[in-house]
């Protein structure tokens, strides 16, 4: 009689439950297509291409191509259409400068339809911060971009690139092309240990090695998850491969950052290790966090840390390695600007033995270069916000509050309306004269406005050291046979490599 009874106890229960997840699942579907109807109604005045009933404009967009695909739709519509993954989540895709403008110059927070999806990782960093708490924390962090804790960085910048030389000059032995973006990859990723964590010269070691290796697998894991909308709610995704592949490529990344954190709030106990430290001819970016005060002497709590920690390391090694990989490949596409850069930076260099900061300032052609690499190739081709109050655009149109804005600045960098023939690569657009007449906001490989890269400086530092360097040992040119296919993974990469061929130029060529 009891079991029989508690048998039917549990049938009503589970009639219960199941009920009840019905009940949650038909609530959730409402509120869902009710946003779609406020979205939708928003970008009601916006024509735009037609869309999949099921996936929206995603399937368009995972495919090969899918960046020059929206490059024609800006042909087609004018400033600015909308772009829907899955039927429930829609921005308004953007790309011409008055729009940008718009919308940059105010500093609404990131869309977290995006970028809550990099929580998990990344922690609320400067990346997805808002409010107060990001204009503290911007705050805090500003001095550690200063160029007084730059300077010193030439010097490491320039050891992690000689490794790399080093193995360059074995592979091109061989004389065949090989993929180079791995290997500027692993270059970038040891500059930043020493910056960040004040690594010492001798290479990655296993652990860091394993970061690399997660890093990598993450910026993958989130740009397939970003046009999967079944993947888009967080019950259903960590129950999936995906989802669980993901949280084990997040513990190796957190595990690293803790674990040396742990150490070197463990090194500052001693005193001697300490007056080390501050005597260092350089402090790295973890010195900076450590010891970050603001007016009231608040300092960063250890999630703050961490997720400022892992924001650097996320967004500085591989957007670099992404631009100096695509800059090379434009090097070796364009010979003519490629000998004139080699030309420029022989001179400059001259008799030292290595590049020093000042040097930096005078590559007036490689910088008009890298830049142009940049407009080309974004590194990031594409970011979103959310309107925290309503815009009017410079055609009329208008967005209310709560709406979602992607910029979509590989479009925009080939926005022939503002770039005369957008894909002759040509260096002296960034000339003085030329960049002063143009629209403050039609370049944005750093994004733009209050909400700008605070690395920036940073990156064009690394930029011009590691890509001198490259230029002064090898000549670059192309593998026709293996030509890369661009693809968007959160950075630019290529679906098949980078692969060129390295001529080795000599003992006279580079220091």
């Not at 997720?307 to 500085?316: H, I, K, L, S």
């Not at 005078?362 to 309503?390: A, D, G, H, N, W």
């Not at 926005?415 to 002759?424: F, H, I, K, L, R």
């Not at 296919?485 to 290529?494: A, G, N, T």
Request: glycine share 6%; charged share 20%; aromatic share 12%.
């Amino acid at each position: 009689m009891v079991p029989s009874f508690l048998s039917l106890r549990l049938s009503c229960l589970g009639l219960w439950a199941s009920g009840l997840i019905l009940v949650l699942g038909f609530l959730k579907l409402i509120r869902l297509l009710l946003r779609r109807q406020r979205l939708a109604k928003a970008m009601g005045n916006f024509p735009g291409p037609p869309t999949h009933w099921l996936f929206g404009h995603a399937l368009e967009i995972q495919q090969t191509g899918s960046l020059d695909k929206v490059v024609s739709w800006a042909h087609q519509f004018p400033y600015a259409h909308p772009l829907w993954f899955g039927q429930f989540i829609g921005f308004l895709n953007i790309y011409e400068p008055d729009y940008a403008k718009a919308v940059y110059s105010r500093g609404d927070p990131k869309a977290p339809d995006v970028y809550d999806f990099f929580l998990q990782w990344i922690g609320r960093g400067l990346l997805v911060l808002e409010g107060p708490k990001w204009f503290q924390h911007r705050k805090l962090l500003t001095p550690g971009f200063h160029y007084d804790v730059l300077k010193p960085y030439v010097a490491l910048f320039a050891e992690s690139t000689r490794v790399m030389l080093d193995k360059w000059e074995e592979k091109a032995q061989e004389g065949k092309s090989f993929d180079i973006f791995c290997d500027v990859g692993h270059m970038a990723l040891n500059t930043l240990m020493k910056c960040t964590f004040g690594r010492g010269d001798t290479g990655l070691g296993h652990r860091d090695s394993s970061y690399y290796l997660a890093v990598s697998d993450l910026t993958l894991l989130m740009q397939q998850r970003l046009v999967s909308f079944h993947y888009h709610n967080d019950f259903i995704y960590w129950l999936t491969p995906h989802g669980r592949r993901f949280l084990r490529a997040c513990q190796v990344a957190h595990d690293h950052t803790d674990q040396v954190i742990r150490e070197r709030k463990a090194a500052l106990q001693d005193e001697k290790v300490r007056k080390k430290i501050q005597n260092r001819r350089h402090l790295d970016f973890l010195d900076i966090l450590l010891g970050a005060r603001d007016e009231d002497d608040s300092k960063l709590s250890d999630a703050d840390l961490r997720a400022e920690v892992d924001t650097f390391m996320f967004e500085g090694h591989d957007t670099t390695t992404s631009g100096i990989s695509w800059f090379l490949y434009c090097m070796a596409l364009y010979p003519e600007h490629q000998h004139r850069c080699r030309e420029e930076v022989r001179e400059i260099l001259g008799d030292q033995d290595s590049f020093q900061w000042d040097d930096l300032g005078k590559m007036t052609y490689l910088t008009m270069c890298i830049k142009e690499s940049f407009r080309l190739y974004p590194p990031v081709p594409q970011v979103y916000r959310q309107l925290s109050k309503p815009v009017t655009f410079v055609d009329g149109r208008s967005l209310p509050a709560g709406s979602l804005i992607s910029m979509h600045i590989y479009a925009l960098h080939r926005n022939s309306a503002v770039w005369p023939d957008p894909e002759v690569f040509d260096p002296l657009r960034f000339s003085t004269e030329n960049a002063s007449k143009r629209h403050p906001f039609a370049f944005m490989p750093f994004s733009a406005g209050p909400r700008n890269c605070i690395g920036q400086q940073f990156a064009m530092s690394e930029m011009k050291v590691v890509t001198a360097m490259c230029l002064l040992h090898f000549e670059f040119s192309l593998d026709p046979s293996r030509l890369p296919i661009k693809m968007l993974q959160l950075v630019l990469r290529s679906k098949n490599g980078i692969h060129l061929h390295l001529k080795p130029l000599g003992p006279g060529s580079g220091k």
